[in-house]
T-cell receptor, first 115, second 114 residues
Framework: GAGVSQSPSNKVTEKGKDVELRCDPI?????LYWYRQSLGQGLEFLIY????????KSGLPSDRFSAERTGGSVSTLTIQRTQQEDSAVYLC?????????????FGQGTRLTVV | GNSVTQMEGPVTLSEEAFLTINCTYT??????LFWYVQYPGEGLQLLLK?????DKGSNKGFEATYRKETTSFHLEKGSVQVSDSAVYFC?????????????FGKGTMLLVSP
């Protein structure tokens, strides 16, 4: 596609429910990143994919968070048993490769609200 | 570890004023440095970058110089416009075990009034 696409754009869920967030990166981009943006907290790194593998999962806040990527393309971030502190904007970015100076292209994000 | 520290906002300026947003960093290794901008209702986008010491990145009238001796990458613009109102993020990228990830600062909101 023309840019990084994320869905849904907004999600309101009840505490304790599971949610899935989707990211469709730019075609041909091999690297994919998930970040979380909370008010006043900047961008918090969650996980990185190179192809379908995730060499760095260090940013996942708890074992309720998981992510996968299939076919070197679409990625889903799953949050199980959501808590109110999970409310944030979840951003996905892709880059052409894993290179040091490669520009990252961001999606518009999914705003998650846990009530 | 890697970290980026930015001045807290919001920064409030009148149109045509001079802008400086401070950014300092710590990194394991030799980082590349970036400024990203997030306009209201839009996704983050790259504003400028610098890949080695003393490099100056520039775009849309914004500039930032990679200062290794002070580990800084301050963003400047000589004359801001209302349309520059946005959140600005300083970031670094360092190779780690064969791959690189972007580490961001907390962002600085800029509000420019006519």
């Amino acid at each position: 596609g023309a840019g990084v696409s994320q869905s849904p754009s907004n999600k309101v869920t009840e505490k304790g429910k599971d949610v899935e967030l989707r990211c469709d990166p730019i075609s041909g981009h091999t690297a994919l990143y998930w970040y979380r943006q909370s008010l006043g907290q900047g961008l918090e790194f969650l996980i990185y994919f190179q192809g379908n593998s995730a060499p760095d999962k260090s940013g996942l806040p708890s074992d309720r968070f998981s992510a996968e990527r299939t076919g070197g393309s679409v990625s889903t971030l799953t949050i199980q048993r959501t808590q109110q502190e999970d409310s944030a904007v979840y951003l996905c970015a892709s880059t052409r490769n894993w290179g040091l100076n490669t520009e990252a292209f961001f999606g518009q994000g999914t705003r998650l609200t846990v009530v | 570890g890697n970290s980026v520290t930015q001045m807290e906002g919001p920064v409030t300026l009148s149109e045509e004023a001079f802008l400086t947003i401070n950014c300092t960093y710590t990194a394991t290794g030799y980082p590349s440095l970036f400024w990203y901008v997030q306009y209201p209702g839009e996704g983050l986008q790259l504003l400028l970058k610098a890949t080695k010491a003393d490099d100056k990145g520039s775009n849309k009238g914004f500039e930032a110089t990679y200062r290794k001796e002070t580990t800084s990458f301050h963003l400047e613009k000589g004359s801001v416009q209302v349309s520059d109102s946005a959140v600005y993020f300083c970031a670094l990228s360092v190779l780690n075990s064969g791959y690189s990830t972007l580490t961001f600062g907390k962002g600085t909101m800029l509000l420019v009034s006519p």
